[in-house]
């Protein structure tokens, strides 16, 4: 009985050493090795990148990197360190850009500053007759206190882009920007541009309603600043209905917010800066609202929630209207552009643009080598335009945006310009479906930008993965969780497929002919015609 009693015990204690062995031991020295294969001595003729099976790794030995602005080595990871901070202090974060002239600069500083104290002196005019007909008519005014800013966050921004992005990578006016339309005081709200185009009207037998339809509204900051105000529309964990066509989707403020992020982790820097914000929509919209056309548009519902339409939506359908609780409704603060008057930009379709009806389709539907025509047009068939509509492609996939009709450029920068990455809310809408049409230009065209590419691989390592440097960088919004992890995951998971679609072109091409290095010049000049086709 005895022998049977310790061999039990023995057998017992050897299950949990080897329990404890292959569960707990095992993983941390797979893992320290892991870490010391992946070392870094912040020599670039040192730096691997995950090699994906029948995918050729570009080396980095002809690419430069700058030292951070505290003088530290460019990449030198720390035990414990956050994956966002390591991200951007890896090299192909830290790439040299061509050193700029007044040409590669948007605006120069006398130029805004003259645009700014000319808003600054219609404003004053307009509130002076405002107020004029508000004390005739009895009205009671709510008066804020305006101040001059020439080191406005928001003019720093403006004062930043450049012909290669919006914002450079170390631009702390960017973080100075999104503090402040987290937290300044509004003293204006008003119909965006496209909505009071409309003039009330609004066709209720189209298929895809006008911009002007979709509930957006513009507010003034106390220094001038400029936001687009996205409401909310779903709960975070709504998914799309199954039902619902791309056009008809919902505009989604936490979308706005997350492509932010994501277009920053990316390294595009292509969309205007986000936050979020919980708006009081009586204090903060309607009682600082100047057009009787909006304040005419907000009510009390049965529940004494404030809420109101989109401005052509008493002609359409009710249901669309957006409500606080009571007062408080959570939304998406956009950072504008320049105005059109000084910093002019180009509407362009997109050449893979969908059919926004019911039944039809477009041709690059239909047809699998619709790239190989597009190559031959201008301005497609020179330069960087091809390979900034693919990188749109990536980041729309990501998202899962199917709506993307048109690219705008600023004309200044012509076509080797980037592309911005406007209107982002209808991403985001369903985690569960990868809708792989929308990477149609990258597997048409069998062609990404090195530096593209390299960025997505090191996204798909474990130490900087996708979803989880997401996760971190948008902790830092207000409405955090902005995404559910759900969409977090999926963001793995299409990375992986961007990957694989790569991985097949370049096994029936080559390297050569996949992977292009950046900044291309142009081959050829475009004629008068060329142009005049294109625009």
Same mark, same amino acid.
């Given at each position: 009985?005895?022998?049977?009693?310790?061999?039990?015990?023995?057998?017992?204690?050897?299950?949990?050493?080897?329990?404890?062995?292959?569960?707990?031991?095992?993983?941390?020295?797979?893992?320290?090795?892991?870490?010391?294969?992946?070392?870094?001595?912040?020599?670039?003729?040192?730096?691997?990148?995950?090699?994906?099976?029948?995918?050729?790794?570009?080396?980095?030995?002809?690419?430069?990197?700058?030292?951070?602005?505290?003088?530290?080595?460019?990449?030198?990871?720390?035990?414990?360190?956050?994956?966002?901070?390591?991200?951007?202090?890896?090299?192909?974060?830290?790439?040299?850009?061509?050193?700029?002239?007044?040409?590669?600069?948007?605006?120069?500083?006398?130029?805004?500053?003259?645009?700014?104290?000319?808003?600054?002196?219609?404003?004053?005019?307009?509130?002076?007759?405002?107020?004029?007909?508000?004390?005739?008519?009895?009205?009671?005014?709510?008066?804020?206190?305006?101040?001059?800013?020439?080191?406005?966050?928001?003019?720093?921004?403006?004062?930043?882009?450049?012909?290669?992005?919006?914002?450079?990578?170390?631009?702390?006016?960017?973080?100075?920007?999104?503090?402040?339309?987290?937290?300044?005081?509004?003293?204006?709200?008003?119909?965006?541009?496209?909505?009071?185009?409309?003039?009330?009207?609004?066709?209720?037998?189209?298929?895809?309603?006008?911009?002007?339809?979709?509930?957006?509204?513009?507010?003034?900051?106390?220094?001038?600043?400029?936001?687009?105000?996205?409401?909310?529309?779903?709960?975070?964990?709504?998914?799309?209905?199954?039902?619902?066509?791309?056009?008809?989707?919902?505009?989604?403020?936490?979308?706005?917010?997350?492509?932010?992020?994501?277009?920053?982790?990316?390294?595009?820097?292509?969309?205007?800066?986000?936050?979020?914000?919980?708006?009081?929509?009586?204090?903060?919209?309607?009682?600082?609202?100047?057009?009787?056309?909006?304040?005419?548009?907000?009510?009390?519902?049965?529940?004494?929630?404030?809420?109101?339409?989109?401005?052509?939506?008493?002609?359409?359908?009710?249901?669309?209207?957006?409500?606080? #609780?009571?007062?408080? %409704?959570?939304?998406?603060?956009?950072?504008? $552009?320049? *105005?059109?008057?000084?910093? /002019?930009? =180009?509407?362009?379709?997109?050449?893979?643009?969908?059919?926004?009806?019911?039944?039809?389709?477009?041709?690059?539907?239909?047809?699998?080598?619709?790239?190989?025509?597009?190559?031959?047009?201008?301005?497609?068939?020179?330069?960087?335009?091809?390979?900034?509509?693919?990188?749109?492609?990536?980041?729309?996939?990501?998202?899962?945006?199917?709506?993307?009709?048109?690219?705008?450029?600023?004309?200044?920068?012509?076509?080797?310009?980037?592309?911005?990455?406007?209107?982002?809310?209808?991403?985001?809408?369903?985690?569960?479906?990868?809708?792989?049409?929308?990477?149609?230009?990258?597997?048409?065209?069998?062609?990404?930008?090195?530096?593209?590419?390299?960025?997505?691989?090191?996204?798909?390592? #474990?130490?900087?993965? %996708?979803?989880?440097?997401?996760?971190?960088? $948008?902790? *830092?919004?207000?409405?955090? /969780?902005? =995404?559910?992890?759900?969409?977090?995951?999926?963001?793995?998971?299409?990375?992986?497929?961007?990957?694989?679609?790569?991985?097949?072109?370049?096994?029936?091409?080559?390297?050569?002919?996949?992977?292009?290095?950046?900044?291309?010049?142009?081959?050829?000049?475009?004629?008068?015609?060329?142009?005049?086709?294109?625009?």
């Amino acid at each position: 009985m005895m022998r049977r009693d310790r061999f039990l015990l023995v057998a017992t204690l050897t299950a949990v050493f080897s329990a404890d062995l292959y569960f707990i031991l095992l993983p941390k020295l797979q893992s320290m090795r892991q870490t010391w294969g992946h070392s870094c001595t912040c020599d670039s003729n040192n730096l691997s990148l995950p090699r994906l099976e029948g995918l050729a790794t570009p080396q980095l030995s002809n690419w430069t990197y700058v030292p951070l602005l505290d003088g530290t080595a460019a990449y030198e990871p720390a035990e414990g360190d956050a994956k966002l901070e390591k991200l951007f202090a890896h090299p192909l974060y830290n790439i040299q850009t061509p050193v700029l002239g007044p040409e590669g600069r948007l605006l120069q500083t006398e130029q805004l500053i003259e645009y700014y104290r000319k808003k600054v002196s219609r404003w004053e005019r307009h509130m002076k007759f405002y107020n004029e007909a508000a004390a005739v008519a009895n009205i009671t005014v709510t008066k804020h206190e305006m101040i001059y800013d020439p080191d406005a966050s928001w003019l720093k921004f403006h004062l930043g882009i450049n012909r290669f992005a919006l914002y450079s990578r170390d631009d702390l006016s960017i973080v100075q920007l999104l503090k402040d339309m987290q937290n300044m005081t509004i003293v204006s709200a008003d119909y965006t541009q496209d909505e009071k185009a409309l003039k009330g009207a609004c066709d209720c037998t189209q298929v895809v309603k006008p911009s002007g339809h979709h509930l957006k509204l513009a507010l003034k900051m106390r220094n001038f600043a400029k936001v687009m105000f996205k409401p909310m529309r779903q709960q975070r964990d709504e998914e799309t209905p199954e039902d619902f066509f791309y056009f008809v989707d919902f505009q989604r403020h936490n979308a706005e917010i997350a492509a932010f992020h994501l277009d920053r982790i990316l390294d595009f820097r292509r969309v205007p800066p986000v936050a979020g914000r919980r708006v009081n929509i009586t204090g903060e919209v309607l009682q600082v609202a100047h057009s009787e056309d909006l304040r005419a548009v907000f009510f009390t519902s049965p529940a004494n929630n404030t809420c109101f339409f989109a401005k052509c939506l008493y002609v359409c359908k009710t249901e669309y209207a957006v409500c606080g #609780s009571p007062d408080l %409704l959570e939304g998406s603060l956009s950072a504008y $552009l320049p *105005g059109l008057s000084i910093a /002019p930009r =180009l509407s362009i379709p997109n050449p893979w643009t969908r059919s926004y009806t019911f039944a039809g389709r477009e041709e690059w539907e239909v047809n699998p080598f619709y790239c190989d025509t597009i190559k031959q047009l201008y301005p497609y068939n020179s330069g960087n335009r091809l390979l900034n509509i693919i990188d749109m492609s990536i980041f729309d996939f990501l998202i899962g945006n199917m709506d993307r009709h048109h690219y705008e450029i600023f004309t200044k920068f012509g076509d080797e310009g980037f592309l911005l990455h406007l209107d982002n809310a209808r991403g985001f809408g369903k985690h569960t479906r990868d809708e792989m049409s929308i990477l149609a230009p990258l597997s048409q065209c069998c062609m990404i930008k090195r530096s593209t590419l390299l960025r997505l691989q090191l996204l798909a390592q #474990s130490e900087f993965r %996708l979803s989880d440097v997401m996760r971190e960088s $948008l902790k *830092g919004d207000p409405l955090w /969780p902005v =995404l559910t992890e759900p969409h977090l995951l999926a963001l793995d998971r299409r990375l992986q497929k961007v990957l694989r679609v790569v991985q097949r072109c370049i096994r029936r091409l080559g390297d050569d002919e996949v992977i292009t290095k950046d900044f291309i010049k142009p081959t050829a000049r475009p004629t008068a015609t060329e142009m005049k086709k294109v625009r």
